[in-house]
C-alpha cells in the first residue's frame, strides 16, 4: 500500500515534483519562468521536479501563489514532510514547529534542531549502515528542514544544555566536528538561543538522558523523551513538572553562557583543528 492516499506514489518527493510539473505545464511556464515567479533559481526547480529534493516551505507557498492553489502545495508539502520522521516523532516535529520556547538537554549528541547536514549525515549513516544512501539522504534533509522552525517569524526561544561528552564525542571525524562547534556558536550569538555546556566537573548529571519540554503560548507545555524502542510525547503534568524541576538544577550546574562558548571554542581549537 502506498504512504499515501488514493494513487499517490510512495516517493514523496518524486509526487510533489510531478504535481510542480503538471502545474508549470498547465500554467505554460518554463522552468525559469516558474523560477522567476517563485524567486528560486532554475536548477532548484529542476531538483523539485525531478523528485531529488522536497520544495521547502516558501517554495510551496510560492507554487500556491504562482498557481492560485489555495494552499495546495502547503499542505502537501507538510504531509510529505511529517512521513519523513517516524511516526512516534510526528506528534512533536508538528508541536515543535509551533512552540513559544524549547528548553533542551542533549546527554550525549548535539541536538537535532542545531545539527550540521553533516553531523546529522554521519549519525544516521553509522545508525543504519545497511541503508541505501538515498535513504539517508532524505532522514538528513528531513532533520535540517526541522530548523525552520528557528527561522520563522515569531522564533521561539530556544534554551539548550549540552554534556560536555557532545563536544568531546568525535562524530563524522575532526572536520566535521569543527563544524559543528562553529555551528553552535553562531547559533549562540543569536538573542533567541541560549547556549549552556554541562561540564564533566559537575559530578554526575541530574538527568541521565536527553529530553526536550516545549512551551506555548495558550496550550499546556509539553515533555518529549526517547527510549531505544521510540520516543513519545507527555501531556502528563506530573511529567512535566519533573522535567522542569529537573532542567532547573541542571541550568543551575551548567556553565554560564560565556563560559559554555569558551569552552566551546577551546575544544574547537584544540581538538579539531587539524
Known amino acids: ?46 531538483k523539485v521536479e525531478n523528485g531529488l529534493l522536497l520544495g521547502s516551505a516558501q517554495f510551496a507557498a ?14 502537501m508539502r507538510e504531509r510529505i514532510n511529517s ?16 512552540a513559544e520556547s524549547i528548553l533542551d538537554y542533549s546527554a550525549n549528541l548535539v541536538t537535532g534542531i542545531l545539527q550540521t547536514e553533516d ?5 544516521y549513516r553509522r545508525a543504519h549502515p545497511t541503508s541505501s544512501e538515498q535513504w539517508v539522504k ?19 526561544l530556544l534554551w ?8 568531546r564525542r568525535q562524530i563524522g571525524g575532526t572536520t ?15 538573542p533567541q538561543t541560549t547556549l549552556q555546556v554541562l561540564p564533566f566537573s559537575t559530578g554526575a548529571a541530574p538527568a541521565a538522558e536527553s529530553f526536550i519540554l516545549l512551551r506555548f503560548s495558550d496550550d ?32 543551575a550546574d551548567a556553565m554560564s553562557p560565556d563560559q559554555s562558548r569558551a569552552l566551546i571554542k577551546k575544544v574547537m581549537l584544540e581538538e579539531y583543528s587539524g
Not at 492516499?5 to 515534483?17: I, K, M, N, T
Request: proline content about 6%.
Open 62 to 75: 510560492a507554487c500556491d501563489r504562482v498557481f492560485n492553489t489555495s494552499g495546495f502545495f502547503a499542505r
Open 160 to 167: 539548550v544544555i549540552l554534556d560536555e561528552s557532545c563536544l
Open 83 to 98: 512521513r519523513e520522521h517516524p511516526s512516534w516523532f510526528e506528534p512533536f516535529v508538528r508541536w515543535e514547529a509551533q
Open 138 to 156: 532524505r532522514k538528513v534533509e528531513a532533520r535540517m528542514r526541522r530548523q525552520e522552525a528557528l527561522e520563522r517569524a515569531n522564533p521561539p
Open 220 to 251: 499546556p507545555p509539553l515533555l518529549y523523551e526517547e527510549s531505544w524502542s521510540g520516543g513519545r510525547v507527555i501531556d502528563s503534568s506530573v511529567h512535566v513538572v519533573e522535567a522542569s524541576a529537573a532542567y532547573e538544577r541542571l541550568r
Open 176 to 190: 566535521v566536528m569543527r563544524e559543528q562547534l562553529s555551528r553552535l556558536l553562531r547559533a549562540a550569538e543569536s
Open 1 to 46: 500500500m502506498n504512504e499515501f492516499s488514493g494513487c499517490e506514489p510512495s516517493d514523496g518527493y518524486a509526487y510533489f515534483g510531478l504535481e510542480v510539473k503538471e502545474a508549470r505545464l498547465h500554467a505554460k511556464l518554463t522552468q525559469k519562468g516558474l523560477a522567476d515567479e517563485t524567486h528560486y533559481q532554475p536548477p532548484y526547480i529542476s
Open 119 to 123: 553531523y546529522a549525515y554521519a549519525i
